[in-house]
T-cell receptor, first 113, second 113 residues
Framework: SQQGEEDPQALSIQEGENATMNCSYK?????LQWYRQNSGRGLVHLIL?????REKHSGRLRVTLDTSKKSSSLLITASRAADTASYFC?????????????FGKGTLLTVNP | NAGVTQTPKFQVLKTGQSMTLQCAQD?????MYWYRQDPGMGLRLIYY???????DKGEVPNGYNVSRLNKREFSLRLESAAPSQTSVYFC????????????FGQGTRLTVV
């Protein structure tokens, strides 16, 4: 089964508003990553947060990680129409293999101009 | 720098036909991955390869075989295509290590009729 589960499945907001997406996972992780996908194209890496980190920022992105709850959130501030895309969380599991990278089902974000 | 290159971009197969999806990366990455993406299912890991000469099953390996030909190339073969294998296939690569991001190809859209 897939490691990550994003919530909500779809989110529609107005330009300028903030968008928050959540991700829950099942097993212990080394890190959690967020990716973006524009309409059927390949995924692009946005940000990585290590298991010993609680919060990380990159531009308009803010990621939090709560390992006790096995959950993460991605906040996009001051959203733009160009942020319209699908967003996926992915995890690298701990305990042996650092190679396996598994994804969730994604959140479709629509930013209306 | 081409990154991750997948061929072909589109393919239509008849049930029972075979084909190989090609993937090559020029970033000297050790790990390579094959995912399939279906509506509402996110990305599901088919197979991955931690290094040249090694391959491991992911979440949905049935009906597929892979070959890690060398460090650059990782191919995915469908021996006898089924309509259930209609999907978009993505190849990705990543430096081996705990906290590294994956780079994706642009995808192969496969239809099995």
């Amino acid at each position: 089964s897939q490691q990550g589960e994003e919530d909500p499945q779809a989110l529609s907001i107005q330009e300028g508003e903030n968008a928050t997406m959540n991700c829950s996972y099942k097993t212990s992780i080394n890190n959690l990553q967020w990716y973006r996908q524009n309409s059927g194209r390949g995924l692009v890496h946005l940000i990585l947060i290590r298991s010993n980190e609680r919060e990380k920022h990159s531009g308009r992105l803010r990621v939090t990680l709560d390992t006790s709850k096995k959950s993460s959130s991605l906040l996009i501030t001051a959203s733009r129409a160009a942020d319209t895309a699908s967003y996926f969380c992915a995890t690298v599991n701990s305990g042996g293999s650092n190679y396996k990278l598994t994804f969730g089902k994604g959140t479709l974000l629509t930013v209306n101009p | 720098n081409a990154g991750v290159t997948q061929t072909p971009k589109f393919q239509v197969l008849k049930t029972g036909q075979s084909m190989t999806l090609q993937c090559a990366q020029d970033m000297n990455h050790n790990s390579m991955y094959w995912y399939r993406q279906d509506p509402g299912m996110g990305l599901r890991l088919i197979y991955y390869s931690a290094s040249e000469g090694t391959t491991d099953k992911g979440e949905v390996p049935n009906g597929y075989n892979v070959s890690r030909l060398n460090k650059r190339e990782f191919s995915l073969r469908l021996e006898s295509a089924a309509p259930s294998q209609t999907s978009v296939y993505f190849c990705a690569s990543r430096l081996t290590g705990r906290d590294t991001e994956a780079f994706f190809g642009q995808g192969t859209r496969l239809t099995v009729v």
